[in-house]
């Protein structure tokens, strides 16, 4: 049946799949068709059901098929699915984000987190009036063309086209600079800093895999941004909402002057916000002269689905229970690592209901150390994970998602799986 499927959807989509790491392609093997999932569940068209941790790539966190989120969504779809039209939905889940995220004065829904972050580029750009951006290697912000450059290894460079079709003219103003390097963003500043619309990060990467911030590392961001008179722009489409109520600006303090949101933020459905300091956001249309818009933007579905996750996550305890499970699945994951054959060879990185089992000796801090893992070693693993009941990320630079639907019973069957799996 599964393999059926694959062979009628590679006549019809590249690589038979609509987002390209879901092909397995890092793993090798057919790609799994999801044909159902409950809480913690997915069940592949062969009926086979498994632990899921791709959760729809992080969009979803209370489990799948939750009642209230499924309600919401019917109960919208029944008043309609699309007006072109300003509604309620869009003010009660805006209201939601801003009192989780102060520092989000004002925002605008889009419909992916790729729409959030070129818009808050766009933005950054026609508020200082300024070309440059600084991104860094590893760090992902959806497929604009500007913001799709190769990563430098080690050393500071100017950004090249990461991928076909992206001219050279496309990345010209986009700076790379490895993570957590202190000196190479420094440097980059005595060069540049007049020239720089904005710096963009994952405040805690985790498209390289899970790889966290240096102490400092944000701090000094936002210090040499504020003293070059450019943005600082958190892109928390995967951390908002996710390793804390106020996602890493919350976590660690640090106050950037744009927030990109995405995934959680939608319950599971189409979504993106870009938004910020209420000077800036004025820039945009039709209040001000930088252009964006939207046909299905503030759709009234995923406003319902959006406001209903939200709506669970404004108590702390909640976030203390996905952040326990996750610590006792990383803290067992790390002890079947030690256990077994591999010790020394691979290690695990978390933070709030995020981690990611890395195929180094420890933790990386960067891209070019997450790159340095042994991408066979992940196969082997990633298969027998699957053989065993367990869906995880198909490709090692990608984190895993644990949702509230994560019991002590899933961690447990999850943690037994891996010690076979590692042996
Ligand atoms: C997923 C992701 C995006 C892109 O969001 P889409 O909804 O896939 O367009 C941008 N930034 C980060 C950090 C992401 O993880």
């Avoid at 793993?27 to 068209?45: I, K, L, S």
């Avoid at 990563?151 to 076909?164: C, D, I, K, Q, R």
């Avoid at 106050?255 to 319950?267: A, E, M, R, S």
């Avoid at 991408?375 to 509230?404: I, K, N, Q």
Wanted: contains cysteine.
């Amino acid at each position: 049946m599964n393999d059926g499927l694959f062979a009628r959807a590679r006549e019809l989509f590249p690589g038979g799949v609509n987002s390209p790491v879901r092909a397995f392609g890092a793993v090798g093997g057919t790609p799994r068709f999801v044909t159902r999932a409950e809480g913690a569940y997915v069940w592949d068209a062969d009926g086979v059901k498994r632990i899921d941790y791709v959760s729809s790539w992080g969009a979803i966190i209370l489990g799948h098929a939750v009642s209230e989120i499924v309600e919401a969504i019917s109960s919208a779809a029944g008043r309609g699915t699309s007006y072109g039209a300003p509604t309620p939905g869009e003010i009660a889940l805006a209201e939601r984000i801003q009192a989780a995220m102060p520092s989000v004065e004002r925002m605008r829904f889009t419909c992916s987190g790729t729409e959030a972050v070129m818009s808050a580029v766009r933005l950054a750009r026609a508020h200082t009036g300024r070309s440059k951006i600084l991104k860094f290697a590893g760090c992902y912000h959806g497929h604009a063309d500007s913001l799709l450059t190769a990563a430098g290894s080690g050393v500071a460079t100017m950004g090249l086209p990461g991928s076909a079709g992206v001219t050279a003219d496309a990345t010209r103003d986009t700076l790379v600079a490895p993570y957590n390097d202190l000196d190479s963003v420094s440097e980059l500043f005595d060069r540049f800093g007049d020239q720089l619309a904005a710096v963009l990060l994952e405040p805690v990467a985790a498209n390289m895999g899970l790889v966290l911030p240096k102490p400092g590392f944000l701090e000094l961001l936002r210090e040499q941004t504020s003293a070059h008179h450019a943005l600082l722009v958190f892109d928390e489409v995967i951390t908002g909402f996710r390793v804390a109520p106020g996602g890493a600006q919350e976590r660690y303090d640090v106050t950037p002057d744009l927030t990109c949101l995405g995934k959680v933020i939608g319950g599971g459905l189409p979504v993106g916000a870009f938004g910020g300091r209420a000077d800036i956001m004025a820039l945009v249309a039709p209040e001000g002269p930088m252009y964006q818009a939207g046909t299905l933007s503030g759709n009234p579905l995923a406003m319902a689905a959006g406001e209903a996750t939200l709506a669970r996550l404004t108590d702390r305890d909640v976030f203390d229970r996905l952040e326990e499970q996750t610590t006792r699945l990383a803290a067992g994951l790390g002890e079947a690592i030690d256990a077994g054959p591999h010790a020394g060879r691979a290690s695990v990185a978390t933070i709030g209901s995020l981690l990611t089992l890395f195929w180094t000796p420890r933790p990386p801090t960067s891209f070019a150390e997450a790159q340095a893992g042994d991408g066979e070693a992940f196969a082997s693993f990633f298969h027998a994970m699957l053989d065993r009941g367990v869906s995880l990320p198909p490709s090692p630079y990608e984190a895993w998602f644990v949702t509230l639907a994560h019991g002590a019973g899933e961690v447990d069957a999850t943690l037994a799986a891996a010690r076979e799996a590692l042996a």
